[in-house]
């Protein structure tokens, strides 16, 4: 996986570690996981013991401060054996991060020791029922009371919502449409904090997805993240990473059904037609799925330099709309571009 990348003795040392990691705890009870629905908490949380639960938290703060690429390496080896698990692990680490790069020193040391260990597991919560894509239309309002904010509205398609402990959440404090997002960390257990029934999905089961009410919920501004405004910038900094995270889920399961596809055309029995060549056409859908994962590989890591180039500029979020037009517009271009390099042809031949 990813090794035509000239990884280094340490970047394949990470990957042979998710690899044996999956294969031993993942892979066989991934398929029980989601036909029963069952969320493996324990295994999730055996990740923390690699430290996969602070992939690029910083070593200040207890994570082991790998790279985006690294990152990507871990994610797809996990994906192999069940891309929710490793989405899942994703969202945890987006979280967390966020905690880390922006956060003060009291907010730092009082929820990442867990974070890091995966004690605790986080969620990101910034979609609700009426904006999606356009994230900065968002409505959960949060209206400041003395040295709390009172919460109301609702988030929509929540990983983890009513089984994690820590939520970043993206609420409204002012007017403006992206400057009045802030981010909050809120806790499971606060009162006015409920939660929805889980969304009923076909597949991904292993990851539970529901709503996440808010109810006159009161928040300590003590769990703030960063100054008051700044929540957008902080929640598309962390999707930038997070979107690298996916993509590398995107190519673990692929290569799984890749596999498990060129397996069965290999060993089924089946009576040929004069002249048929079964075996040949899996070498050929094989060939053709080479070239695929090549095209989608060489962009991850285009994707991973694009990102660092970006790191540290989330003030381009603060200073007007005009900054995430142009970085929107340029996504969209570099998404088309993949996209048209990715595409299959419509037949195999013989």
């Given at each position: 996986?990813m090794?035509?990348?000239?990884?280094?003795?340490?970047?394949?040392?990470?990957?042979?570690?998710?690899?044996?990691?999956?294969?031993?705890?993942?892979?066989?009870?991934?398929?029980?996981?989601?036909?029963?629905?069952?969320?493996?908490?324990?295994v999730?949380?055996?990740?923390g013991?690699?430290?996969?639960?602070?992939?690029y938290?910083s070593?200040?703060s207890?994570?082991?401060?790998?790279?985006?690429?690294?990152a990507?390496?871990?994610?797809?080896?996990?994906?192999?054996?069940?891309?929710?698990?490793?989405?899942?692990?994703?969202i945890?680490?987006?979280a967390?991060w966020?905690?880390d790069?922006?956060?003060?020193?009291e907010?730092k040391?009082?929820y990442?020791?867990?974070?890091v260990?995966?004690?605790?597991?986080?969620?990101?919560?910034?979609?609700e029922p009426?904006?999606?894509?356009?994230?900065?239309?968002?409505?959960?309002?949060?209206?400041?009371?003395g040295?709390?904010?009172?919460?109301?509205?609702?988030?929509?398609?929540?990983?983890?919502?009513?089984?994690?402990?820590i939520?970043?959440?993206?609420?409204?404090?002012?007017?403006?449409?992206?400057?009045?997002?802030?981010?909050?960390v809120?806790?499971?257990?606060?009162p006015?904090?409920?939660?929805?029934?889980?969304?009923?999905?076909?597949?991904?089961?292993?990851?539970p997805?529901?709503?996440?009410?808010?109810?006159?919920?009161?928040?300590?501004?003590?769990n703030?993240?960063?100054?008051?405004?700044?929540?957008?910038?902080?929640a598309?900094?962390?999707l930038?990473?997070?979107?690298?995270?996916?993509?590398?889920?995107s190519?673990?399961?692929?290569?799984?059904?890749?596999?498990?596809?060129?397996k069965?055309?290999?060993?089924?029995?089946?009576?040929?037609?004069?002249?048929?060549?079964?075996?040949?056409?899996?070498?050929?859908?094989?060939?053709?799925g080479?070239?695929?994962?090549?095209?989608a590989?060489?962009?991850?890591?285009r994707?991973?330099?694009?990102?660092?180039?970006?790191?540290?500029?989330?003030?381009?979020?603060?200073?007007?709309?005009?900054a995430?037009?142009?970085?929107?517009?340029?996504?969209?271009?570099?998404?088309?571009?993949?996209?048209?390099?990715?595409?299959?042809?419509?037949?195999?031949?013989?």
């Amino acid at each position: 996986m990813m090794n035509q990348f000239q990884l280094t003795d340490d970047q394949l040392a990470i990957q042979e570690m998710a690899q044996r990691f999956t294969a031993d705890n993942i892979t066989p009870y991934a398929a029980e996981w989601d036909e029963k629905h069952h969320f493996p908490r324990d295994v999730i949380q055996q990740t923390g013991e690699l430290g996969f639960g602070a992939i690029y938290v910083s070593e200040e703060s207890g994570g082991i401060n790998l790279g985006r690429l690294e990152a990507a390496l871990i994610m797809e080896a996990m994906a192999y054996g069940c891309p929710a698990t490793s989405a899942y692990i994703s969202i945890h680490n987006m979280a967390a991060w966020m905690i880390d790069r922006f956060g003060g020193a009291e907010l730092k040391a009082r929820y990442l020791p867990r974070l890091v260990t995966m004690e605790h597991i986080a969620s990101y919560a910034l979609t609700e029922p009426g904006s999606g894509s356009d994230a900065a239309g968002l409505k959960t309002s949060a209206v400041l009371d003395g040295d709390q904010y009172v919460l109301n509205g609702t988030k929509q398609f929540i990983s983890g919502s009513g089984f994690n402990d820590i939520y970043v959440v993206m609420v409204r404090t002012g007017e403006h449409k992206s400057k009045g997002i802030t981010c909050l960390v809120i806790e499971k257990d606060t009162p006015g904090l409920s939660f929805g029934k889980p969304e009923k999905k076909l597949g991904w089961n292993a990851s539970p997805t529901a709503q996440l009410i808010f109810e006159d919920c009161r928040v300590p501004v003590a769990n703030r993240v960063g100054a008051e405004g700044e929540g957008f910038g902080f929640a598309m900094a962390g999707l930038d990473g997070g979107r690298l995270n996916i993509g590398a889920c995107s190519l673990g399961g692929a290569q799984r059904c890749l596999d498990e596809a060129i397996k069965y055309t290999k060993e089924r029995k089946q009576s040929r037609p004069a002249g048929g060549r079964f075996p040949e056409h899996a070498i050929h859908a094989g060939r053709h799925g080479d070239r695929a994962r090549s095209g989608a590989r060489a962009a991850l890591p285009r994707g991973v330099q694009g990102h660092g180039q970006r790191a540290g500029q989330v003030a381009l979020f603060r200073n007007g709309q005009a900054a995430g037009d142009r970085q929107r517009i340029e996504r969209r271009q570099q998404c088309a571009a993949a996209v048209r390099r990715l595409r299959l042809p419509t037949r195999i031949s013989d």
